[in-house]
C-alpha cells in the first residue's frame, strides 16, 4: 500500500478526486472533469493545499494516451490503484479515507462511505425528464441525487439553470452551490478531417444543416426529421451513436446519416454547414453547440433549459415540439456576434472556480 503520509507536504489539506472518468471519456460529463483537472494541474502548484487524482489501473494499459496526459502532470499527484468492482463507493471512499482527504468527484456522482466532500452535478434531468428515460434509469438516478444532496458538502454546476434545480428538487441551499461552466478550448486543437465528406455522397459543403445528436429522447433527434420534411429541399446531416436504432433514415432521402464521428469528423462538418441545429429539450449546459460557434458554425438551439442562458442573443432559438421552422428565414433574423459568448467560457475560467472552490473549503 502506498505510504501517504511520506508524500504529503506538512500542514497540507488534501483533495482527492476520483479518476474513474479517464477509462470511458465518451460523454460530455467526461470530457468536463478532463478539461478542468487539466487546467486545474497548471494553476494549483502554489495553492497552499495539494490536489491528488486516484485512477483505475486499467488506464494505464487500456487508454495510454489519456494516462500520458495524466502522467504528465505538474503539479497533480496521480496514483494508480487496483480498479474494484465498486469504485466510486468503496475504493475511492478508502483512499480518500487513508490519505485524510476530501473527495472530489466532477461527475454525477458521490461515495456514501467517504467523507463529505465537493461534487459536479451537471443538472436533474431524471427528475426533471423523468418520461425520457427506463424507469429502473430514473429510480437509479434519482437514488444518486439524493447521495449527493446529502454527502456533499459543495456542489459544483455547469449553468444557473442547473443550479436553480438542484436548489429545487433537492432542497439544497444556495450557497452550497457554485456555478463553473464548460469549456471549449479543448476544440482548437483538433484538426478538422474533410474526409467525412467521402462518406456522404450528395453532401455539399456549405450547403446542408447538422446536428450531432444520441438516441437519449431528451436529445430530440426526432425534432430534424420532423424539420426535414417541411424544409424538403434543404439538406440535413445527423451524426451521434446508434441513431439509425431509432430512426429509419431511408425513408428520408434528404437527412443523411453520419455514424458515430470523431471529434475531427465533427469539427469539418461544423466548419461546413449552414448552421448548427440542437433541438434538445433538456440541457444542463449544452457543449456541441459551443463547439460548432468555436468552429464558426452558426448555431440553432431550443428555447428550453440552460440553452437561452447559454447563448444568449448570439444563437437562433427554436421551439424542441414545433419543427415547422423555415431556416433561411430564421438565419436571417439579426443575431450578436458569438465572440462575447466565446470569451464568457473557458476551461481557465472553470478551474480558477473549482481553485476558488478548494481554497475555500
Not at 17 to 42: C, H, P, Q
Not at 106 to 119: H, R
Not at 120 to 130: G, K, V
Not at 248 to 273: I, Q, R, W
Request: with cysteine; aromatic share 12%.
Amino acid at each position: 500500500m502506498t505510504d501517504y503520509k511520506e508524500k504529503q507536504l506538512k500542514g497540507n489539506k488534501i483533495f482527492l478526486i476520483d479518476g474513474r472518468f479517464l477509462e470511458s471519456m465518451a460523454t460530455g460529463v467526461d470530457r468536463y472533469a478532463f478539461e478542468t483537472i487539466k487546467e486545474l494541474d497548471r494553476i494549483c502548484g502554489d495553492a497552499g493545499f495539494e490536489v491528488r487524482l486516484l485512477v483505475p489501473d486499467t488506464v494505464k494499459s487500456e487508454h495510454a494516451d489519456t494516462a500520458a496526459v495524466v502522467d504528465a502532470f505538474s503539479n497533480i499527484r496521480v496514483y494508480y490503484v487496483k480498479r474494484g468492482s465498486r469504485w466510486t463507493q468503496v475504493t475511492f471512499a478508502l483512499h480518500a479515507w487513508k490519505m485524510g482527504a476530501v473527495p472530489v468527484n466532477l461527475c454525477n456522482e458521490v461515495s456514501v462511505m467517504a467523507p463529505k466532500g465537493i461534487v459536479c452535478l451537471h443538472d436533474t434531468c431524471y427528475a426533471d425528464c423523468p418520461e425520457f428515460f427506463p424507469e429502473d434509469e430514473v429510480k437509479w438516478f434519482l437514488g444518486i441525487y439524493r447521495r449527493i444532496a446529502k454527502k456533499a458538502a459543495v456542489i459544483l454546476t455547469v449553468s444557473e439553470f442547473s443550479k436553480k434545480r438542484i436548489e429545487e428538487v433537492l432542497g439544497v441551499s444556495a450557497d452550497r452551490i457554485v456555478v463553473a461552466g464548460n469549456g471549449w478550448q479543448h476544440f482548437e486543437k483538433i484538426q478538422p478531417n474533410e474526409y467525412i465528406f467521402d462518406r456522404l455522397k450528395g453532401v455539399e459543403k456549405g450547403n446542408y444543416y447538422f446536428t450531432l445528436s444520441s438516441a437519449n429522447k431528451n436529445k430530440n433527434a426526432e425534432w430534424i426529421i420532423s424539420a426535414s420534411q417541411c424544409n424538403p429541399d434543404a439538406e440535413f446531416v445527423m451524426a451521434g451513436r446508434k441513431l439509425d436504432r431509432v430512426i429509419e433514415f431511408s425513408k428520408y432521402p434528404n437527412v443523411h446519416y453520419a455514424g458515430a464521428v470523431t471529434d475531427e469528423e465533427a469539427k469539418a462538418l461544423m466548419m461546413h454547414c449552414r448552421a448548427f441545429v440542437f433541438p434538445s429539450w433538456y440541457e444542463g449546459f449544452g457543449i456541441p453547440p459551443l463547439e460548432a460557434m468555436s468552429a464558426g458554425a452558426r448555431v440553432i438551439v431550443s428555447d428550453r433549459a440552460s440553452l437561452p442562458e447559454v447563448f444568449g442573443r448570439s444563437a437562433h432559438y427554436i421551439q424542441p415540439d414545433n419543427p415547422v421552422v423555415h431556416f433561411e428565414s430564421l438565419l436571417n433574423e439579426p443575431v450578436q456576434s458569438s465572440d462575447e459568448i466565446l470569451k464568457k467560457y473557458s476551461w481557465v475560467r472553470t478551474a480558477q472556480t473549482v481553485m476558488q472552490t478548494l481554497a475555500s473549503f
